[in-house]
């Protein structure tokens, strides 16, 4: 999604700003644009370019052509108005005294376009953002920061907005609602950035916007105020990674490194969290009481995000016996849901910010509703919203195809699954001490997983000039199916599904013909007889079968599948984390082999922050 930089110091804003913008590359974008001012002539110096930052970086020979020391960047990622240098990123006003870089959406555009067209203000581009522009335009009578506020009494949407006026040559102002916007506190600078990897180069200290809040960026500081314009304290934390975790680290792609990296995320995630054979959550709890009488689990997400949630369901119905549901967080607001205070609803997100997940979040907590998140990025809104946070400490995630936060989020749901059973009593004992030593086996068996990854890019080259892949299997390895399906079709393009191999008969075997690669699942222990009969259903229809088994069925299923992938034997909880790596690895392999643009495939973003 759109990419929000801003910079006020004493050096030359414009390197700042593209540097900071490729950083934010890897969310999706299609078109890039700076504005400065221009301090010879007074005016702002608007440069917009659509495609590639590389394009608007050789316009301005990397920034060295505007001389300036402030100014704001944006990448954008199209929604109102096709990608090209007119809807780019800054929009100005009429008289071009006006800049306004935009994250998000205008809900009433149409409503406040038309008001002003009847003043008079003509516009030139399709965008909902222009509309904010020309708005505080009309409405500035030289104080910005009075006209802001009055432009957004009118404006109904989500933004995080960046704003330059040619008359204030020392001050950016900052707005934000629904969508993220962090401020940086840097020596004799500011900053603002819509993710913190745009300004780590420059400083460690940040703020989290809050919504509805306002902020005027000098080179002296930073100071907030609410939506009532009365000044509000910001204290900095400081982040604690380097930006060399952002960093591709000689690999190819991020997501190649992501994958690799599962093994130390993981070590990351769970190792704290087991102690001498027990599940400790310090970070959280949630009392006996409170469990005893929870009447229902709601696991809201997306992507990604959701299939854990649909692996998480299995796991926490069996070890619960407490009702799960799992909602895309898309729908949860349309379904009606039944939620009370009896109700836990966990909310998973990667980024934190997903804008479908974050409304499921408030219509959960409207209804009454506990909202325990499972988040990686560190003071982001979903976290902040939230009641509880259990962190997944995965490290950034850069490629727009998750892996290691996927894994990491799946094996926290289970860790929590597992406490939770236990503190219900509706675990054994015996089985309660073997699962948690298994976490701590599983970054080790991941490691076996990933050092055999040669025999996997030997499959996709037989494999990758497929047009239609097939995923089957029940339970949890239909979950399991689910993001192997998502993570082939997104990064290669090649049109996949999953089914339950149960319903295969009840309409999709009739797709199924002479060498359509099938992908078969078959880790879960309980249900492989079950998984070969279908494997056999499908090779009696032509179907080439790849399989994916563990280590200790791999002879059985050689006999019937084409060829077969294997992990590790491990504890059941923990075999969708294990299988799923394969399943990235195929995916990645068959992308690299069909030329296609892993870490930011078309049309994606890594961050959804619009509805
Ligand atoms: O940041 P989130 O976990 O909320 O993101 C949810 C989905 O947008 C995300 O998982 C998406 O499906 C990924 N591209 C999958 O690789």
Not at 209 to 219: F, K, S, Y
Not at 328 to 351: A, C, K, N, W
Not at 477 to 506: Q, R, T, V
Request: hydrophobic share 40%; proline share 3%; aromatic share 8%.
């Amino acid at each position: 999604m759109c990419g929000i930089v801003g910079y006020i110091g004493k050096e030359q804003a414009a390197p700042i700003l593209l540097e900071g913008l490729s950083r934010l590359e890897y969310r999706g974008y299609d078109s890039a644009g700076v504005a400065v001012f221009d301090g010879m002539s007074g005016t702002l110096a608007v440069h917009k370019a659509k495609g590639r930052l590389q394009v608007l970086s050789d316009q301005l020979h990397g920034g060295a052509d505007l001389n300036s020391t402030a100014g704001v960047g944006h990448t954008r990622w199209a929604t109102h108005g096709a990608p090209s240098d007119v809807n780019s990123h800054p929009q100005v006003s009429r008289s071009g005294r006006i800049a306004v870089v935009h994250n998000g959406i205008i809900e009433n555009y149409a409503e406040l376009k038309t008001f002003l067209l009847a003043q008079g203000v003509p516009f030139t581009s399709e965008t909902d953002t222009e509309v904010v522009a020309q708005l505080i335009e009309y409405f500035y009578e030289g104080d910005l920061l009075a006209a802001v506020g009055r432009a957004l009494r009118r404006i109904q949407g989500a933004y995080a907005l960046g704003i330059l006026c040619a008359d204030c040559p020392d001050q950016i102002v900052a707005v934000r609602k629904d969508s993220p916007l962090i401020l940086g506190y840097g020596e004799g600078c500011s900053f603002i950035a819509s993710d913190v990897t745009a300004i780590l180069r420059h400083t460690r200290r940040v703020g989290y916007m809050e919504d509805g809040e306002l902020a005027v960026l000098t080179r002296e500081g930073i100071q907030c105020y609410d939506h009532l314009m009365q000044p509000v304290r910001k204290d900095a934390v400081t982040i604690d990674w380097e930006i060399d975790a952002a960093e591709k680290g000689g690999y190819e792609h991020f997501m190649f490194k992501e994958i690799m990296e599962q093994p130390e995320a993981l070590r990351r995630c769970l190792s704290p969290r087991i102690r001498q054979g027990e599940v400790v959550f310090e970070d959280f709890a949630l009392s006996e009481e409170y469990l005893a009488a929870m009447n229902r689990i709601y696991i809201v997400a997306c992507g990604s995000s959701y299939h854990v949630g649909m692996v998480g369901k299995y796991h926490l119905e069996r070890l619960t016996r407490k009702p799960v549901e799992v909602a895309l967080g898309s729908e949860f607001r349309y379904m009606d849901p039944i939620v009370d205070e009896h109700t836990l609803v966990i909310v998973i997100s990667q980024s934190g910010e997903t804008l479908d997940t974050m409304a499921a979040l408030r219509e959960a907590r409207r209804l009454g509703g506990h909202i325990l998140s499972i988040v990686n990025v560190v003071g982001s809104s979903i976290a902040r919203e939230s009641d509880q946070v259990l962190y997944t400490w995965a490290g950034p995630e850069i490629a727009v195809a998750t892996t290691k936060a996927y894994t990491t989020q799946l094996a926290l749901l289970s860790l929590l699954a597992l406490w939770m059973g236990n503190r219900l009593g509706t675990v054994s004992q015996e089985e309660y001490r073997r699962a948690a030593a298994a976490f701590l086996e599983l970054p080790g068996k991941m490691e076996e997983v990933l050092s055999r990854r040669d025999g996997i890019q030997y499959l996709a080259s037989q494999y990758f000039n497929h047009d239609s892949i097939f995923f089957i299997g029940r339970n949890l390895d239909y979950a399991l199916g689910l993001e192997g399906s998502l993570k082939l079709k997104e990064i290669s393009y090649i049109h996949s599904e999953a089914y339950a191999s149960g319903e295969l008969k009840h309409g999709t075997i009739s797709l199924i013909e002479e060498g359509t690669l099938v992908v078969a699942l078959g880790t879960y222990e309980a249900l492989f007889a079950k998984a070969m009969s279908n494997i056999v259903e499908v090779k009696a229809r032509g179907a080439s079968v790849l399989a994916l088994t563990t280590q200790g069925r791999r002879e059985e299923m050689a006999q019937t599948a084409d060829a077969v992938m294997t992990i590790p034997d491990l504890h059941q909880l923990l075999l969708p984390c294990l299988g799923v790596v394969p399943l990235q690895l195929f995916a990645y392999y068959v992308a690299l082999m069909r030329g296609c643009d892993i870490d930011k495939p078309r049309n994606l973003a890594k961050s959804v922050t619009v509805e």
